[in-house]
């Protein structure tokens, strides 16, 4: 079974800078994607960044294009979320995900999730 777990999460002043790490484990990652979401208060989750395990691929949206990094370590299972030039909307629980397929940022294609991570911009 796919298990994730996320850390990295904190409390950073706006125009701050925070990396976030998702360890995963139960698979051999391949042609799969792993990518990170966030869900703040009362508003629904939505996708911030993708990665394509085999060839490193990433997928941003404008939000957080050219601000956000996404990397993968395939030696370590482990994913990141290199964050820069950090907005008090960035403000959110930031999760990890898995999709076993093509990239997609629908969240209901993704079926492994870990337990979240909170991030929280001040200003």
């Known amino acids: 079974q796919v298990q994730l777990v996320e850390s990295g999460g904190g409390l950073v002043q706006a125009g701050g800078s925070l990396r976030l790490s998702c360890a995963a484990s139960?698979?051999?990652?391949?042609?799969?994607?792993m990518g990170w979401f966030r869900q703040a208060p009362g508003k629904e989750r939505e996708f911030v960044a993708a990665?394509?395990?085999?060839?490193?691929?990433?997928y941003y949206p404008d939000s957080v294009k050219g601000r956000f990094t996404i990397s993968r370590d395939n030696a370590k299972n482990t994913v990141y979320l290199q964050m820069t030039s950090l907005k008090p909307e960035d403000t959110a629980v930031y999760y990890c995900a898995v999709r076993f397929g093509s990239m997609t940022m629908a969240i209901s294609e993704y079926k492994y999730w870990g337990q979240g991570t909170q991030v929280t911009v001040s200003s």
């Open positions: 139960g698979h051999t990652f391949n042609s799969d994607f």
């Open positions: 990665i394509s395990w085999s060839r490193g691929w990433t």
